[in-house]
């Protein structure tokens, strides 16, 4: 039955690709704009079909209908890092696509009694492909925004319009029925904590290459007097960016970015308190790695401005810290700060007095790793643990040379024995799944991945190769024009 099943749809599949084989060697330029707008229609209903099949199987990763255990899947396999590795997409929308598959799948019992989907509706018309990626969004953010007292027969009316009018019009739209519906079904605003712990969350962006991130995201009642009182604090002329705590007269600062300092001072001051405990070892804190030479010249080019200021340090969430930043706040903040000689790590050696990386043990993985060292794995070493090669049970030494960074699903594996690392002759840990070579991890080192692209010599080396390449193409017309 499974390999009908399967064979049935590798068949499909196939169809389609020859379908889409066909459609991209037709000509088009002849055919009218009237006809390339149903054409331009008909590609997006296939779109949706297409992202509609591909959350019914996520779904069903996330559930398996005939169970958990594969034998064709790489033992210990993680299905969330294996879609990550297949798919090429992020974790975090690894993530989305399997929350929004539980919510329109069909969902089972602990008996195995098949129920409908939590939004039916939504399940319908994605499946049909009448919707798209945005109407999904915008019809679940409606949903999640009504009460949880408000009975569910008048939640699934107010899914039924909302889906009615995703078919026929734009997510904007949507979104503009969703609050209406949710206006009506709770005029006095009434929510409870289960409301506002479903609502609550903040989310920060990717970091820009001019170090800014934007963050977005709902705080609660609590949160929001926090961030009130702390904004009172820094009122015009108070806690200017710099530091200072002297009230001045003239303040340029907006609104937005006396909050925004505000904000900064009541983390700066959390940390600092050492109220939030330890994380991995570590008492919670600004962790940051750089070289000598480059502290050494950002030191100078703060107070010259004919000296160039060196590249950010990182941090162990990954991100860029500018060195002006890094030196300000190494003057007045306990931090952890490592500093090593160019391309080089001190270790510091514990031979097997513990089994428990010290703290400067895992400020020296942080510098060298900066995040898990399986290779194409962008966790940041917050999100790490310590392994030890050789492993600790077969004789490892808790050497700073011996310990590296993996996350937890990537180091799990290790562990079992389901992947392989070795250390390579530069101290880098290198992995194989048993079927290729060792390789390195170079997403936290994109510097390397760059290394020499806009240096001077490769400029040359470009032109010269493209002066090459204009003489062969000025032989090939010679040759040409000859034979002809």
């Given at each position: 039955m499974t390999g009908t099943q399967q064979d049935e749809i590798r068949a499909a599949l196939?169809?389609?690709?020859a379908g889409y084989a066909r459609l991209r060697a037709a000509c088009s330029d002849t055919v009218g704009n009237a006809f390339r707008v149903n054409v331009a229609e008909r590609l997006e209903t296939q779109c949706r079909i297409n992202r509609g099949q591909m959350y019914r199987f996520f779904g069903e990763l996330a559930e398996p209908p005939d169970g958990p255990d594969d034998p064709a899947l790489p033992p210990g396999a993680v299905i969330s890092k294996l879609l990550w590795q297949r798919l090429r997409i992020t974790a975090g929308d690894v993530k989305?696509?399997?929350?929004?598959?539980?919510?329109?799948?069909p969902r089972h019992t602990l008996t195995g009694q098949e129920l409908e989907p939590e939004l039916a509706h939504l399940a319908a018309a994605v499946e049909s492909g009448q919707v798209g990626q945005d109407h999904i969004k915008a019809v679940c953010e409606a949903m999640d925004a009504i009460p949880a007292a408000v009975p569910e027969h008048r939640k699934e009316c107010a899914e039924r319009e909302l889906v009615r009018h995703a078919k026929g019009q734009d997510s904007k739209f949507v979104v503009i029925v969703g609050r209406e519906i949710a206006e009506q079904l709770n005029?006095?605003?009434?929510f409870d904590e289960k409301d506002r712990a479903q609502m609550s969350g903040i989310k920060m962006g990717p970091q820009r290459a001019d170090g800014m991130t934007r963050i977005t995201g709902w705080v609660d009642p609590e949160n929001r007097a926090y961030l009130e009182a702390a904004e009172a604090a820094v009122r015009p002329g108070r806690h200017l960016p710099d530091g200072s705590v002297e009230e001045v007269e003239l303040d340029a600062r907006s609104a937005p970015q006396r909050l925004h300092d505000a904000l900064k001072l009541g983390l700066k001051a959390g940390i600092a308190s050492g109220v939030f405990g330890q994380h991995r070892g570590l008492p919670v804190t600004v962790i940051v790695t750089t070289t000598l030479s480059e502290l050494n010249q950002a030191a100078h080019a703060v107070n010259d401005k004919s000296i160039p200021m060196p590249p950010p340090a990182r941090t162990g969430g990954g991100s860029a810290l500018p060195m002006r930043d890094l030196i300000r706040m190494a003057a007045d903040s306990i931090h952890y700060l490592a500093v090593f000689e160019d391309h080089t790590n001190r270790p510091l050696y514990l031979g097997r007095t513990k089994r428990i990386a010290s703290a400067d043990q895992r400020i020296?993985?942080?510098?060298?790793?900066?995040?898990?060292?399986?290779?194409n794995c962008t966790e940041p070493g917050y999100h790490c643990e310590v392994h030890h090669d050789p492993p600790w049970n077969m004789g490892g030494r808790t050497d700073a040379d011996c310990l590296f960074f993996g996350c937890g699903p990537d180091h799990a594996m290790l562990s079992k024995g389901l992947l392989e690392a070795k250390v390579t002759d530069t101290g880098r840990l290198a992995w194989s799944d048993g079927t290729g070579p060792f390789e390195i991890n170079l997403a936290h080192h994109p510097e390397e991945l760059l290394a020499g692209l806009f240096d001077d010599q490769a400029d040359e080396r470009a032109d010269e190769h493209l002066d090459d390449r204009g003489d062969e193409r000025d032989g090939e017309h010679g040759r040409r024009d000859d034979a002809l």
């Open positions: 196939d169809a389609i690709d989305d696509r399997m929350k929004t598959a539980v919510r329109i799948r005029p006095d605003g009434d020296i993985c942080y510098a060298r790793d900066r995040g898990c060292t399986r290779p």
